[in-house]
């Protein structure tokens, strides 16, 4: 079984659009993170939720917005998609919150924006 | 300056070979460290925690000076499957932010 699974794998879509990306974690955590790593590969934080509370929200355009419907669940979904939102987005979840939480990252989602 | 700063390399060493990578963090209230591995096109998984006593698992050592703001990751005896990214981590307490350094690619040959 999958731990942390993200949907789509794969998403290419034109400048403008709206897409979601959604992930799922059974490893039983509270705290539920997105990351963006881009082109140079340098992976960094953009939202973290802990029981589906909004814990960390980094310098992040408001065009993302997470969202929590349960602390197994956190989706990112994109408005007006800029050729810059291209990059690979990474969910992750760890069972606490702070300190030396290790962090389980799903597979990806590779978004390519025309 | 970067917060988790790393030799991108690429360090090309051959099999057997003994390979150590440094990583510096800028912020003395860090409480947590980490070695993390990402293969091409795959999500980073943990290799290892970083101790402040040093610490070893198999061929892998890490060892953290925290005077230095320093942390490093020591391969021994490479193999081919070792050929990776390895990114240094570190984790500020009470922020649950953990910043990852650029990483350092490595690539065995044999």
């Known amino acids: 079984d999958t731990a942390v699974s993200q949907t789509p794998k794969y998403l290419v879509t034109q400048m403008g659009n709206d897409k979601s990306i959604k992930c799922e974690q059974n490893?039983?955590?509270?705290?539920m993170y997105w990351y963006k790593q881009d082109s140079k590969k340098f992976l960094k934080i953009m939202f973290s939720?802990?029981?589906?509370?909004?814990?960390i929200n980094e310098t992040v355009p408001n065009r993302f917005s997470p969202k929590s419907p349960d602390k197994a669940h956190l989706n990112l979904h994109i408005n007006s998609l800029e050729l810059g939102d291209s990059a690979v987005y990474f969910c992750?979840?760890?069972?606490?919150?702070?300190?030396?939480?290790?962090?389980?990252f799903g597979a990806g989602t590779r978004l390519s924006v025309l | 300056r970067k917060e988790v700063e790393q030799d991108p390399g690429p360090f090309n060493v051959p099999e057997g070979a003994t390979v150590a990578f440094n990583c510096t963090y800028s912020?003395?209230?860090?409480?947590?460290f980490f070695w993390y591995r990402q293969d091409c096109r795959k999500e980073p998984k943990l290799l290892m925690s970083?101790?402040?006593s040093g610490n070893e698992d198999g061929r892998f050592t890490a060892q953290l000076n925290r005077a230095s703001q320093y942390i490093s990751l020591l391969i021994r005896d490479s193999k081919l499957s070792d050929s990776a990214t390895y990114l240094c981590?570190?984790?500020?307490?009470?922020?649950?932010?953990?910043?990852f350094g650029t990483g350092t690619r490595l690539q065995v040959f044999p």
């Open positions: 992750a979840s760890s069972s606490g919150f702070g300190g030396p939480n290790i962090q389980y």
């Open positions: 490893l039983g955590h509270d705290t």
């Open positions: 939720y802990n029981n589906k509370e909004l814990i």
């Open positions: 981590v570190v984790n500020s307490y009470n922020t649950d932010k953990l910043i």
């Open positions: 912020n003395s209230a860090s409480q947590s």
């Open positions: 970083v101790y402040s």
